[in-house]
């Protein structure tokens, strides 16, 4: 499976937020839509990423005020993100490699959608799972 048939399968909804935003209304806005991460964007064109893990370990952690911290300064600029061609088992090597959970899809500069973690190993037990499905039917003759 690609990243693609993910896409299609989970939709490509994107959620993303401005750098120049509060990092409260990041969190409101990762509430509101249940997601543990945002894209930041700047002019439709991918800039950063802010997760959980970077409001704790750079707001909580230091005493900050997520009122009073923009988004632009504590995101993660260098994004790592995969092509509409890319397998799924890839990605997981490259969130598990790089201890990250969400992957943006591009197609050259365009943003198609977000893949996270939860979802690639979901889509990865449902192929395991038709396999076995597969090999117990051939095993039973079922072919």
Not at 44 to 66: A, H, M, P, Q, W
Not at 116 to 124: L, N, P, R
Request: aromatic fraction near 6%; glycine fraction near 6%.
């Amino acid at each position: 499976m690609h990243v693609m048939d993910l896409l299609n399968e989970k939709g490509n909804d994107i959620w993303s937020i401005h750098p120049e935003n509060t990092v409260y209304a990041a969190l409101e806005m990762m509430e509101e839509a249940n997601v543990g991460a945002l894209l930041v964007m700047r002019c439709s064109k991918l800039v950063g990423i802010i997760s959980e893990r970077d409001y704790t370990r750079k707001v909580i952690l230091l005493g900050r005020f997520s009122k009073d911290v923009l988004v632009r300064e504590i995101m993660t600029t260098d994004v790592l993100y995969v092509a509409i061609d890319t397998k799924v088992n890839d990605c997981m090597l490259i969130m598990t490699n790089n201890r990250i959970r969400h992957l943006p899809v591009m197609r050259g500069a365009e943003l198609l959608g977000v893949v996270s973690i939860g979802d690639v190993v979901k889509s990865i037990m449902e192929e395991q799972e038709n396999t076995i499905k597969d090999y117990e039917r051939y095993i039973r003759g079922g072919y």
